[in-house]
């Protein structure tokens, strides 16, 4: 069955930055694009990137551009999210999605953690 397992939350000061990463299974990883999404408290769910299955054509929301990057090894079947220059906004739930080939979601991890704090 396809699993999506996000990993590399915690806390970070502003200014910092983390690397989350999205483990993938159970469906051909490098056939798919697969998106970043979070949730900050009380918040509803916010797009924040989305890569294409060969990695070539990344999209970014206005809100992470130029901080965020998003990446993925399809040799290890792994997605990733580096982000710099946190902020406290960025505090949030992050979630890793897999697009179908139409382009909808059908598959979500359970979340990783981000706290963005002094």
């Known amino acids: 069955q396809v699993q999506l397992v996000e990993s590399g939350g915690g806390l970070v000061q502003p200014g910092g930055s983390l690397r989350l990463s999205c483990a993938a299974s159970?469906?051909?990883?490098?056939?798919?694009?697969l998106s970043w999404v979070r949730q900050a408290p009380g918040m509803g769910l916010e797009w924040l990137s989305r890569?294409?299955?060969?990695?070539?054509?990344?999209y970014y929301a206005d809100s992470v551009k130029g901080r965020f990057t998003i990446s993925r090894d399809n040799a290890e079947n792994t997605l990733y999210l580096q982000m710099d220059s946190l902020k406290s906004e960025d505090t949030a739930v992050y979630y890793c999605?897999?697009?179908?080939?139409?382009?909808?979601?059908?598959?979500w991890g359970q979340g990783t953690q981000v706290i963005v704090s002094s």
């Open positions: 999605a897999k697009h179908t080939h139409s382009g909808y979601y059908d598959y």
């Open positions: 159970g469906f051909t990883f490098s056939s798919y694009s």
């Open positions: 890569l294409s299955s060969d990695g070539t054509n990344t």
